[in-house]
């Protein structure tokens, strides 16, 4: 779906512009990105050193909390305006092959790469993990001493209470 064949754009003149539109489920982008579900329209315009992408794509994709490890549904809306040139030459980063394919993949893994959160958070409340049993503060809450020789922790767990 990320590979457009983008032949008829490239026979065309310069200025001509085609829109496409691209949705699906458990979309493959790299062997370290699995989208649950894509979606998006791009304008695919002629130029003269190759075909000028520029869209919009909506994607969600399952993240883990770094508080409780739940995972958790992460939407996020990425704009493409990139150009990609053709013939392919070795310097330019966005190319369309030989074949007139034209890969999106790379573009928006490394987009959404730059999106994705240093954090990722189920809730902004998330409680976590309780340091000694394991028990998820979320759904319940643990028989462990809340006092504890690490000053780090005392202060987690003040903050924590504090919600």
Same mark, same amino acid.
């Given at each position: ?17 085609? $829109? ?6 458990? =979309?493959?982008?790299? !062997?370290? @990105?699995?989208? #649950?579900? &894509?979606?998006? *329209? ?50 330019? $980063? ?6 007139? =394919?034209?890969?999106? !993949?790379? @573009?928006?893994? #490394?987009? &959404?790469?730059? *999106? ?48």
């Amino acid at each position: 779906m990320l590979r457009l064949n983008v032949g008829h754009v490239l026979n065309r003149s310069v200025g001509f512009s085609r $829109e496409i539109r691209f949705s699906g489920e458990q =979309v493959v982008v790299a !062997a370290d @990105l699995i989208l #649950e579900r &894509l979606s998006g *329209e791009a304008q695919l315009t002629r130029t003269p050193p190759g075909i000028l992408v520029e869209g919009t794509i909506d994607i969600t994709r399952d993240m883990q909390c770094v508080r409780c490890l739940a995972v958790h549904a992460l939407q996020a809306e990425v704009g493409i305006s990139e150009l990609y040139t053709y013939p392919p030459e070795p310097e330019v $980063e966005w190319t369309i092959d030989d074949d007139c =394919v034209l890969n999106l !993949a790379p @573009l928006l893994r #490394e987009l &959404l790469l730059v *999106e994705e959160p240093i954090q990722a958070l189920c809730s902004p409340d998330c409680r976590g993990l309780c340091p000694t049993c394991g028990q998820d503060w979320n759904l319940d809450g643990c028989a462990c001493p809340r006092e504890s020789s690490d000053p780090r922790l005392a202060v987690l767990q003040e903050l924590l209470e504090a919600d």
